[in-house]
């Protein structure tokens, strides 16, 4: 039931992680971790985060949230492989994007901290060759090296590496369909014929609908108070928060309107928007925990969407638009955020190490067709909910 409850959230996030973001390194992983307080960056969610969100929510009171213990649920590989299968789609569209040298942030059992890691750095412990060599990116950069694809890139090589006009038409129309339901591009989308090259169906819209599509919703938003002039407003809540502040996993969530009185009602609230989830280890030995590893003062971010629940607000009358001047002064009095540890137990918002929130919008171009994503503008910063502490 919680992740029903955010499946707008997910969709939003997937969608604006496909058509907005183009840099490897800040899609794939949290790569503004080590950043200090109060400064920010351009990118602030990232394909790790999202990833991190379903571990915990899926994982209440079962293996899926404890870091050491993940891998041993069912679970986990299935969710794996919609990671993996989401990177392949925005490979496609964004061909030439790849690890970029970096120093690695912690220590790990084959790698120092500080050590710099690359394209080439060996994956220990994976071994490619019965002679010793071990997997590194670059051997892993397409799919077909491991002998399989998925259905949105039928026909097509998945380690393409220079655009191609038909993949990336194929796949932009798979995103459109899948995860653009919750968003107010779908309002103007117009199908258009499918790519030459394609060889099996491009997943149909309807698997789509749920909570948040538009397809579900019994009342619309009038026209000309979201879509104007083929250009709409997207607004997100920005989080940070210290990684390992609170000892272990714990949920930031987001409300229009007052949250329930009892913490245990916080992930199932009808005015749930969305959660964003820190997935951490537990505390190393040394700092009094079960023996995790240490990631004290790094930070990690990810965004909560408000777009489908504001628009929602639109249809019922409740707000006049998406426009600033209506939404600032409506997030102003009914945004609400509350935080609760892996155990159920509330923290207090002030004693969060780091938490931050941002709320901020962009100005958004809707696509013309399936086969177009939409074209994003600047982030615009209105208010903090929550200053750094």
């Known amino acids: 039931m919680t992740l029903d409850q955010n499946f707008p959230s997910f969709q939003q996030r997937v969608y604006h992680l496909l058509s907005n973001s183009h840099n490897y390194s800040s899609f794939s992983n949290e790569g503004w971790i080590s950043l200090p307080p109060g400064q920010w960056t351009s990118e602030y969610d990232s394909l790790e985060s999202l990833h991190d969100t379903i571990h915990t ?11 050491p213990f993940s891998s041993f649920d069912p679970l986990f590989w299935l969710h794996h492989c ?15 994007s790849y690890v970029e040298p970096s120093r690695a942030l912690l220590s790990t059992y084959t790698t120092p901290e500080g050590a710099m890691l690359t394209a080439q750095t060996p994956l220990k412990p994976f071994y490619a060759r019965d002679d010793g060599t071990f997997w590194d990116a670059d051997m892993a950069r397409g799919l077909e090296t491991f ?24 796949v932009r129309t798979a995103i459109n369909r899948l995860y653009g339901t919750s968003s107010p591009a779908s309002l103007g989308l117009a199908p258009r014929h499918r790519p030459r ?18 397809n579900s919703w019994t009342a ?5 108070t979201v879509l104007v002039d083929s250009t709409y407003r997207e607004w997100v809540a920005h989080v940070r928060a210290e990684k390992q502040g609170l000892g272990g996993s714990y949920f930031v969530h987001m409300f229009l309107g007052p ?6 009602a916080w992930s199932y609230a009808p005015n749930l928007v969305g959660t964003m989830s820190v997935f951490a280890s537990p505390l190393p030995m040394h700092l009094g925990g079960g023996g995790g590893m240490d990631m004290t003062g790094l930070h990690t971010a990810g965004t909560v969407p408000l777009t489908s629940a504001l628009v929602r607000r639109v249809a019922d009358a409740r707000l ?19 935080v609760v540890r892996a155990d159920g137990s509330p923290v207090p918002l002030e004693a969060v190490p780091g938490l931050a929130i941002r709320i901020a919008s962009t100005e958004v171009r809707a696509p013309a067709s ?20």
């Open 147 to 170: 002998g399989y694809s998925y259905a949105e890139l039928a026909g097509f090589p998945s380690s393409l590496q220079t655009p191609d006009a038909d993949a990336q038409a194929q």
């Open 220 to 224: 619309r938003p009038p026209p000309g």
């Open 259 to 264: 949250p329930p009185a009892h913490p245990h």
């Open 370 to 389: 399936e086969a177009e994503l939409p074209r994003w503008g600047r982030s615009e910063h209105h208010f903090d909910l929550i200053l750094p502490n």
């Open 57 to 67: 929510l899926s994982g209440l009171a079962g293996h899926m949230m404890w870091i």
């Open 82 to 96: 919609s990671v993996d299968r989401l990177f392949a789609l925005w490979q496609v569209l964004n061909p030439a």
């Open 197 to 214: 090259r394609r060889t099996t169906g491009v997943p149909n819209a309807a698997v789509a609908v749920g909570r948040g599509s538009w």
């Open 320 to 338: 006049a638009g998406l426009q600033p001047s209506a939404v600032v002064p409506y997030l102003r009095r009914s945004l609400a955020c509350r």
